[in-house]
């Protein structure tokens, strides 16, 4: 029936994993900037509140310090029995006008003495009520701060008992209104108010182009990158402005080299190993039908057929076996075993392993070679990079045929030299650096490689280079090659 899936289907729709949802992600420069943005909002909103108290309290504790202040200095001026009423007068009458401070001299029984000025009654009997109630009965040299208000507006009061021209018990009453205090801080809040957004919106400015400009060279690494992964391999990473970001865009050039690298050496690999494949499977398979259709029943055309089979089955193993070494070795699979071992023995092996070629094809090996030379390495691996660079020398060599070889000791560098020297056409500058390579060929012909891949140099440069040995060729075009290996001495 119609909208109905059976048991089996439904299963299946539970076993579909779900697509995984994708977490947002933020962009850098947002990331930076919105950090700075806070950031700036606090130093400012702290800013703000140290100027707000420090300013207050500030304020306020100067105001108490200079009605303080001149209390101190009318208390001493009262006491001076040598001091005129007059100039008395003319003192307290100097803090009010030039610093706005109130001052009253009251006899003890609540009358103003000073200064001459009309106070209305209501007025005189509050002081006189507030300033008794704080400082209480008369003392000699007694003294009291308090805080009162007086028409909504909060006044600070110093009072002392004084002696009038040193003989007449009194009370001085100093006072500051500290109202005008508040509207101070207020107006530092205003200006702190404007000056906290004016540096707000600098702060965020500022921030967004620190962001902008930290997050471009990022941005511009990651359009590279994203140019590199669509195999765009002429991209350069070239961000410099700062440390870090340099370090990285030299990491990824040198990945994005590596990269290449492999992917030239996956195409080549194909294309050679097609063309070596194809070659003598094309020659065994020719032979065989040859020995099947032709040659059979005659023993020496099938002898002479079956060697060409065998030898192009010997090119077959030799290539594939280069290969899966060079793959070996480049990933990291053989490990080094490093032992001592009597390297005069190896290359003697080595060179015996060519013999058939100097009675069969008349080629000539010279050998300069001392006696019990010994070393510390790994003799599996470095018998196959001699057995390379011996190999190389006798496809490389002139029309004599001849193959020099030496291994001698060297008692001022203390290393064993081994060196190896055919008498070719020699290689020309601009192809040393390529020798090494995997695939490359000399582009002057040569005699047919005995069992020649392309990839004889490079497993010697792998497995030279990760035993840290010395190794290098001299060269001279129109006299040949050297190739040359520097062994540590056990």
């Not at 370090?247 to 194909?270: A, P, V």
């Not at 290098?472 to 040359?484: A, D, I, L, P």
């Amino acid at each position: 029936m119609w909208g109905i899936s059976s048991k089996s289907e439904r299963r299946q729709r539970d076993k579909t994993p779900k697509k995984p949802k994708l977490k947002r992600i933020t962009g850098t420069n947002i990331i930076l900037w919105r950090y700075f943005t806070f950031f700036a909002l606090g130093v400012i909103a702290v800013i703000a509140l140290v100027c707000y108290g420090i300013s207050g309290n500030a304020l306020l504790t100067q105001t108490k310090r200079r009605v303080r202040t001149a209390g101190e200095d009318l208390i001493e001026a009262i006491n001076d029995v040598n001091m005129p009423l007059s100039a008395l007068e003319r003192k307290v009458s100097d803090y009010g006008l030039l610093d706005g401070i109130d001052v009253f001299i009251f006899s003890l029984d609540g009358e103003l003495i000073m200064p001459y000025i009309d106070v209305p009654p209501d007025k005189l009997k509050d002081l006189n009520d507030v300033m008794n109630a704080n400082i209480g009965e008369w003392e000699s040299d007694k003294k009291t701060e308090f805080n009162s208000r007086e028409d909504q507006k909060a006044i600070f009061n110093y009072v002392a008992c004084v002696r009038l021209l040193g003989r007449q018990p009194s009370y001085l009453l100093v006072r500051y209104p500290v109202s005008h205090i508040g509207e101070s801080v207020r107006q530092i809040e205003l200006y702190v108010l404007i000056i906290a957004i004016c540096a707000f919106i600098i702060a965020f400015l500022i921030s967004y182009t620190l962001a902008n400009k930290l997050s471009g060279p990022i941005r511009d690494l990651s359009n590279t990158a994203q140019k590199l992964a669509e195999g765009d391999y002429s991209v350069q990473f070239n961000s410099l402005q700062y440390a870090e970001i340099a370090k990285l865009s030299d990491t990824l050039n040198y990945m994005k080299d590596e990269i290449k690298k492999s992917e030239d050496f996956r195409k080549e690999l194909l294309a050679n190993v097609t063309h070596d494949l194809k070659t003598p499977l094309t020659m065994i398979k020719a032979y065989a039908s040859m020995i099947q259709e032709i040659s059979g029943n005659d023993p020496e055309k099938r002898n002479r057929h079956c060697q060409v089979i065998i030898d192009e089955a010997d090119r077959l193993t030799g290539l594939v076996n280069d290969i899966l070494n060079t793959s070996k070795i480049s990933a990291g699979l053989e490990q080094l075993n490093k032992k001592v071992f009597n390297l005069t023995e190896l290359l003697y092996s080595v060179i015996n392993k060519f013999s058939y070629l100097q009675e069969r094809q008349g080629y000539s090996i010279m050998v300069d070679v001392e006696e019990n030379l010994y070393t510390l390495a790994d003799e599996e691996q470095i018998y196959q990079a001699v057995y390379n660079l011996v190999s190389n020398a006798v496809n490389y060599t002139g029309e004599d045929k001849t193959v020099y070889i030496s291994l001698k000791y060297d008692a001022q560098e203390k290393r064993i030299k081994f060196a190896v020297r055919d008498t070719g056409k020699g290689i020309a500058e601009e192809e040393l650096e390529h020798i090494w390579d995997r695939y490359y060929r000399s582009k002057d012909s040569h005699t047919r490689p005995v069992k020649g891949t392309g990839l004889g140099l490079n497993i010697v440069k792998i497995i030279l280079e990760k035993h840290t040995f010395n190794f290098g060729v001299t060269t001279k075009e129109g006299e040949g090659s050297t190739f040359y290996v520097d062994f540590p001495k056990a």
